[in-house]
Protein backbone atom coordinates (compact mmCIF):
# COMPACT_ATOMS: atom_id res chain seq x y z
CA UNK A 1 0.00 0.00 0.00
CA UNK A 2 1.36 3.37 -0.74
CA UNK A 3 2.03 5.71 1.90
CA UNK A 4 0.33 8.35 1.14
CA UNK A 5 -2.86 5.90 1.05
CA UNK A 6 -2.23 4.26 4.01
CA UNK A 7 -1.65 7.84 5.62
CA UNK A 8 -5.10 8.85 4.48
CA UNK A 9 -6.75 5.45 5.73
CA UNK A 10 -5.35 6.38 9.03
CA UNK A 11 -6.73 9.81 8.81
CA UNK A 12 -9.62 8.59 8.38
CA UNK A 13 -10.30 6.08 10.81
CA UNK A 14 -9.36 8.41 13.41
CA UNK A 15 -11.79 10.82 12.65
CA UNK A 16 -14.33 8.53 12.64
CA UNK A 17 -13.11 7.41 15.98
CA UNK A 18 -13.33 11.08 17.05
CA UNK A 19 -16.89 11.54 15.95
CA UNK A 20 -18.08 8.45 17.65
CA UNK A 21 -17.05 9.21 20.44
CA UNK A 22 -18.28 13.00 20.14
CA UNK A 23 -21.71 11.23 18.84
CA UNK A 24 -21.82 9.37 22.26
CA UNK A 25 -20.69 12.36 24.63
CA UNK A 26 -23.04 15.32 26.61
CA UNK A 27 -21.64 18.09 26.57
CA UNK A 28 -23.32 21.38 28.44
CA UNK A 29 -23.11 24.45 28.76
CA UNK A 30 -24.38 26.02 31.54
CA UNK A 31 -25.10 29.81 30.27
CA UNK A 32 -26.43 32.49 32.96
CA UNK A 33 -28.63 35.60 31.65
CA UNK A 34 -28.82 38.70 32.87
CA UNK A 35 -25.57 39.56 34.63
CA UNK A 36 -25.38 43.40 35.43
CA UNK A 37 -28.80 43.32 36.16
CA UNK A 38 -28.35 44.34 39.92
CA UNK A 39 -25.93 44.00 42.86
CA UNK A 40 -27.02 40.47 43.69
CA UNK A 41 -26.27 39.40 39.99
CA UNK A 42 -22.92 40.55 39.88
CA UNK A 43 -22.38 38.27 43.39
CA UNK A 44 -24.17 35.41 42.15
CA UNK A 45 -22.33 35.27 39.03
CA UNK A 46 -19.03 35.16 40.71
CA UNK A 47 -20.03 32.15 42.84
CA UNK A 48 -21.59 30.55 40.04
CA UNK A 49 -18.58 30.24 38.21
CA UNK A 50 -16.23 29.69 41.76
CA UNK A 51 -18.20 27.22 43.12
CA UNK A 52 -20.51 26.11 40.54
CA UNK A 53 -21.08 24.54 37.25
CA UNK A 54 -22.03 28.11 35.41
CA UNK A 55 -19.52 28.60 31.96
CA UNK A 56 -21.12 31.36 30.60
CA UNK A 57 -22.63 34.82 31.37
CA UNK A 58 -24.25 36.98 29.20
CA UNK A 59 -24.15 40.85 30.25
CA UNK A 60 -26.93 43.34 30.05
CA UNK A 61 -25.01 46.14 28.34
CA UNK A 62 -27.83 48.97 29.32
CA UNK A 63 -28.22 47.89 32.90
CA UNK A 64 -27.70 49.81 35.86
CA UNK A 65 -25.09 47.61 37.14
CA UNK A 66 -23.12 46.76 33.86
CA UNK A 67 -19.74 49.18 34.93
CA UNK A 68 -19.29 46.32 37.71
CA UNK A 69 -20.12 43.37 35.45
CA UNK A 70 -17.44 44.81 32.81
CA UNK A 71 -14.86 45.27 35.77
CA UNK A 72 -15.54 41.42 36.71
CA UNK A 73 -15.38 39.99 33.31
CA UNK A 74 -11.60 42.16 33.42
CA UNK A 75 -10.75 40.86 36.36
CA UNK A 76 -11.81 37.12 35.37
CA UNK A 77 -10.29 36.49 31.36
CA UNK A 78 -10.90 32.95 31.74
CA UNK A 79 -14.40 32.93 32.07
CA UNK A 80 -16.82 33.11 29.22
CA UNK A 81 -18.64 36.48 28.41
CA UNK A 82 -20.83 37.13 25.78
CA UNK A 83 -23.63 40.16 25.33
CA UNK A 84 -27.14 39.68 26.48
CA UNK A 85 -28.91 42.16 24.23
CA UNK A 86 -31.22 44.19 25.54
CA UNK A 87 -34.67 45.97 24.27
CA UNK A 88 -36.66 45.12 27.04
CA UNK A 89 -36.54 46.15 30.66
CA UNK A 90 -39.42 44.09 32.16
CA UNK A 91 -39.39 45.49 35.88
CA UNK A 92 -41.63 47.75 37.75
CA UNK A 93 -40.09 51.09 38.59
CA UNK A 94 -36.79 50.12 37.68
CA UNK A 95 -36.96 51.45 34.06
CA UNK A 96 -33.86 51.31 31.64
CA UNK A 97 -32.90 53.30 28.44
CA UNK A 98 -30.84 52.48 25.79
CA UNK A 99 -26.96 53.00 24.92
CA UNK A 100 -27.40 54.93 22.37
CA UNK A 101 -29.60 58.73 22.69
CA UNK A 102 -32.97 57.80 23.12
CA UNK A 103 -34.37 60.52 20.68
CA UNK A 104 -33.04 58.42 17.88
CA UNK A 105 -34.90 55.48 19.00
CA UNK A 106 -38.14 56.33 19.04
CA UNK A 107 -40.03 53.55 17.84
CA UNK A 108 -38.07 51.38 20.17
CA UNK A 109 -38.70 53.45 23.55
CA UNK A 110 -41.58 54.97 25.46
CA UNK A 111 -42.50 58.78 25.49
CA UNK A 112 -39.96 59.10 28.47
CA UNK A 113 -37.17 57.16 26.20
CA UNK A 114 -37.46 54.07 28.51
CA UNK A 115 -37.10 50.77 26.88
CA UNK A 116 -40.51 49.17 26.38
CA UNK A 117 -41.78 46.28 28.99
CA UNK A 118 -42.51 43.29 27.65
CA UNK A 119 -42.15 41.93 24.32
CA UNK A 120 -45.22 42.42 23.09
CA UNK A 121 -45.76 45.89 24.30
CA UNK A 122 -42.28 46.44 22.00
CA UNK A 123 -44.21 44.61 19.28
CA UNK A 124 -46.91 46.47 18.98
CA UNK A 125 -45.23 49.82 18.05
CA UNK A 126 -44.10 48.22 15.01
CA UNK A 127 -40.43 49.34 16.13
CA UNK A 128 -37.86 49.81 12.95
CA UNK A 129 -35.41 47.64 12.42
CA UNK A 130 -32.86 50.27 11.56
CA UNK A 131 -32.66 51.26 14.95
CA UNK A 132 -32.91 48.02 16.62
CA UNK A 133 -29.64 47.04 14.73
CA UNK A 134 -28.38 50.51 15.74
CA UNK A 135 -28.80 49.92 19.39
CA UNK A 136 -27.69 46.24 19.45
CA UNK A 137 -24.55 46.97 17.43
CA UNK A 138 -24.29 50.18 20.19
CA UNK A 139 -24.64 47.31 23.10
CA UNK A 140 -21.86 45.17 21.45
CA UNK A 141 -19.54 47.93 20.95
CA UNK A 142 -19.62 49.10 24.19
CA UNK A 143 -18.98 45.80 25.92
CA UNK A 144 -15.89 45.62 23.70
CA UNK A 145 -15.00 49.42 24.47
CA UNK A 146 -15.00 48.31 28.48
CA UNK A 147 -12.83 45.73 28.27
CA UNK A 148 -15.08 42.24 27.62
CA UNK A 149 -13.68 39.67 25.69
CA UNK A 150 -17.30 38.64 24.10
CA UNK A 151 -17.21 35.34 23.27
CA UNK A 152 -20.85 35.60 22.14
CA UNK A 153 -24.31 36.78 21.17
CA UNK A 154 -27.84 36.25 22.29
CA UNK A 155 -30.94 38.12 22.68
CA UNK A 156 -32.72 38.81 26.26
CA UNK A 157 -36.46 38.29 26.58
CA UNK A 158 -37.66 39.02 22.73
CA UNK A 159 -38.36 35.96 20.56
CA UNK A 160 -36.54 37.01 17.27
CA UNK A 161 -39.89 35.73 15.40
CA UNK A 162 -42.00 38.13 17.07
CA UNK A 163 -39.63 41.59 15.78
CA UNK A 164 -39.68 40.91 12.05
CA UNK A 165 -35.67 41.81 10.71
CA UNK A 166 -34.29 40.97 14.03
CA UNK A 167 -33.04 37.63 13.26
CA UNK A 168 -31.29 38.88 10.18
CA UNK A 169 -29.73 41.69 12.81
CA UNK A 170 -28.26 38.61 15.07
CA UNK A 171 -26.73 37.11 11.95
CA UNK A 172 -25.34 40.28 10.95
CA UNK A 173 -24.00 41.34 14.44
CA UNK A 174 -22.36 38.30 14.56
CA UNK A 175 -20.53 37.88 11.30
CA UNK A 176 -19.32 41.53 12.40
CA UNK A 177 -18.02 40.56 15.33
CA UNK A 178 -16.88 37.37 14.70
CA UNK A 179 -18.65 35.56 17.26
CA UNK A 180 -21.81 33.19 17.66
CA UNK A 181 -25.24 33.30 18.58
CA UNK A 182 -26.14 30.92 21.44
CA UNK A 183 -28.61 28.72 20.47
CA UNK A 184 -27.36 28.52 16.85
CA UNK A 185 -24.89 26.22 17.05
CA UNK A 186 -27.07 22.99 17.09
CA UNK A 187 -27.34 23.12 20.99
CA UNK A 188 -30.74 21.37 22.51
CA UNK A 189 -32.42 23.37 24.81
CA UNK A 190 -32.51 21.83 28.35
CA UNK A 191 -35.97 22.33 30.33
CA UNK A 192 -34.21 24.12 32.99
CA UNK A 193 -35.84 25.32 36.60
CA UNK A 194 -36.54 28.63 35.89
CA UNK A 195 -40.32 28.16 36.47
CA UNK A 196 -39.68 25.39 39.41
CA UNK A 197 -40.35 26.30 42.81
CA UNK A 198 -37.27 27.41 44.69
CA UNK A 199 -37.42 24.00 46.83
CA UNK A 200 -37.45 21.79 44.66
CA UNK A 201 -35.01 23.71 41.63
CA UNK A 202 -32.33 21.45 42.76
CA UNK A 203 -33.88 17.96 42.81
CA UNK A 204 -35.39 19.05 39.20
CA UNK A 205 -32.30 19.89 38.23
CA UNK A 206 -30.37 16.63 38.72
CA UNK A 207 -33.35 14.89 37.47
CA UNK A 208 -32.93 17.08 34.32
CA UNK A 209 -29.06 16.07 34.03
CA UNK A 210 -30.13 12.70 34.56
CA UNK A 211 -32.50 12.87 30.99
CA UNK A 212 -29.86 14.27 29.16
CA UNK A 213 -29.18 12.36 25.82
CA UNK A 214 -25.87 12.34 24.05
CA UNK A 215 -25.45 15.47 22.11
CA UNK A 216 -24.80 19.53 22.90
CA UNK A 217 -27.21 20.91 25.61
CA UNK A 218 -27.92 24.34 26.65
CA UNK A 219 -28.86 24.97 30.14
CA UNK A 220 -30.44 28.54 30.56
CA UNK A 221 -29.90 29.88 34.01
CA UNK A 222 -31.50 32.77 36.05
CA UNK A 223 -29.05 33.38 39.25
CA UNK A 224 -28.39 35.66 42.03
CA UNK A 225 -28.02 36.40 45.48
CA UNK A 226 -31.27 37.27 47.82
CA UNK A 227 -30.74 40.81 49.01
CA UNK A 228 -33.99 43.45 49.62
CA UNK A 229 -32.61 44.44 45.92
CA UNK A 230 -33.29 41.17 44.30
CA UNK A 231 -36.57 40.70 46.26
CA UNK A 232 -37.64 43.84 45.10
CA UNK A 233 -38.14 43.18 41.41
CA UNK A 234 -41.42 42.32 40.70
CA UNK A 235 -42.10 41.62 36.23
CA UNK A 236 -44.07 44.18 34.89
CA UNK A 237 -46.02 41.51 32.59
CA UNK A 238 -49.04 39.78 34.99
CA UNK A 239 -48.19 36.16 33.86
CA UNK A 240 -44.31 36.78 34.57
CA UNK A 241 -44.76 37.98 38.16
CA UNK A 242 -43.40 35.31 40.75
CA UNK A 243 -45.89 34.17 43.73
CA UNK A 244 -42.54 33.39 45.48
CA UNK A 245 -40.69 36.70 44.46
CA UNK A 246 -37.73 37.14 41.88
CA UNK A 247 -34.77 37.02 44.58
CA UNK A 248 -36.34 33.86 46.38
CA UNK A 249 -35.80 32.37 43.02
CA UNK A 250 -32.77 33.49 41.57
CA UNK A 251 -30.69 32.61 44.81
CA UNK A 252 -32.87 29.21 44.63
CA UNK A 253 -31.42 28.86 40.91
CA UNK A 254 -28.13 29.59 42.30
CA UNK A 255 -27.80 27.34 45.16
CA UNK A 256 -28.78 23.97 42.25
CA UNK A 257 -25.81 25.82 40.40
CA UNK A 258 -23.42 25.46 42.87
CA UNK A 259 -24.58 22.33 44.99
CA UNK A 260 -22.77 18.94 45.79
CA UNK A 261 -25.90 16.83 44.00
CA UNK A 262 -25.59 18.97 40.62
CA UNK A 263 -22.27 18.67 40.32
CA UNK A 264 -22.18 14.63 41.24
CA UNK A 265 -25.00 14.13 38.58
CA UNK A 266 -22.19 15.46 36.10
CA UNK A 267 -19.45 14.09 37.55
CA UNK A 268 -21.49 10.30 37.66
CA UNK A 269 -22.98 10.57 34.38
CA UNK A 270 -19.81 12.40 32.46
CA UNK A 271 -21.20 15.21 30.82
CA UNK A 272 -18.70 17.29 29.84
CA UNK A 273 -19.06 21.50 30.74
CA UNK A 274 -18.12 23.74 27.73
CA UNK A 275 -18.52 27.33 27.45
CA UNK A 276 -19.05 29.46 24.05
CA UNK A 277 -15.03 30.49 24.00
CA UNK A 278 -14.83 26.62 23.65
CA UNK A 279 -16.79 25.87 20.87
CA UNK A 280 -15.62 28.66 18.59
Known sequence: MRPILR?????????????????DEIRLIVRGDD?????????????GFEQGVLTSASIQVPAPWFEAAAELAKQHPEWCFGVHLTLIGEW????????????????????DGFLFRYPEELAERRPQIEEIEAELNAQAAVAIKKGIRVDYLDIHYVSPSLIPGLDAVLGRLAAKYRVPVS?????????????APPAQKTAIAVKMLEDLKPGLWLWVAHIGVQSPEQDALVHTKPEDVFP???GKHRAAELSAIVSEEVKAIIQKRGIRLVSYRDLR
Not at 92 to 107: A, E, I, Q
Open 35 to 47: LGMTQGSIAGFEK
Open 183 to 195: GRLGERRAAGIYM
Open 244 to 246: DGV
Open 7 to 23: QLLILMSAVLMIQNVCA
Open 92 to 111: RGYRWRPVLPWGLLKSMVDE
